[in-house]
C-alpha cells in the first residue's frame, strides 16, 4: 500500500512541539512555537491512500509556546502545556474546546 503524506502549514512555519490524536473522534491536536494549539480532523478519503485534513479549530490561552498536548483516554478532555508552566485542562463542550482549568508552576 502506497501512502500519500498531506502538506499542510500546521502553525504558520513555526516548529509543532508535540501532537496527539483521539481515534475515536478523528482529531488531531497539535501543540507549537505559535503559542497556540490546533485541532484538525483527519479522515481517510474513498480511495483510502490520501488523508482528508480540516482545520477545526484554534485553542488560544497560553501565553507562550506550547510543548504538550494529550488527550484523556475517553478522548473528552485535553491537557496542554505552555513555556511559562501553565497546564490548561480543556473540554469539548458543544462542539467548542473551552479551558476548564489552569494549573500555573
Known amino acids: ?3 500519500v503524506t498531506p502538506q499542510i502549514a500546521w502553525h504558520g512555519k513555526l516548529p509543532i512541539f508535540s501532537c496527539d490524536f ?3 473522534t478523528g482529531i488531531l491536536a497539535t501543540a507549537g512555537a505559535d503559542k ?4 484538525w ?8 491512500q490520501v488523508a ?6 484554534d ?5 507562550a509556546s ?3 498536548a494529550r488527550f484523556s ?3 473528552t478532555r485535553l491537557a496542554t502545556c505552555g513555556d511559562r508552566g501553565e497546564i490548561i485542562v480543556w473540554h469539548d463542550a458543544s462542539s467548542r474546546w473551552q479551558p476548564r482549568q489552569s494549573l500555573r508552576g
Do not use: I
Not at 36 to 39: H, T
Not at 52 to 57: F, G, R
Not at 59 to 63: A, Q
Open 66 to 68: 506550547v510543548n504538550t
Open 1 to 3: 500500500m502506497r501512502v
Open 52 to 57: 482528508e485534513v480540516t482545520h477545526v479549530e
Open 36 to 39: 497556540e494549539v490546533k485541532l
Open 73 to 75: 483516554p475517553d478522548g
Open 41 to 48: 480532523r483527519v479522515a481517510a478519503r474513498d480511495d483510502a
Open 22 to 24: 483521539n481515534p475515536s
Open 59 to 63: 485553542l488560544t490561552n497560553h501565553t
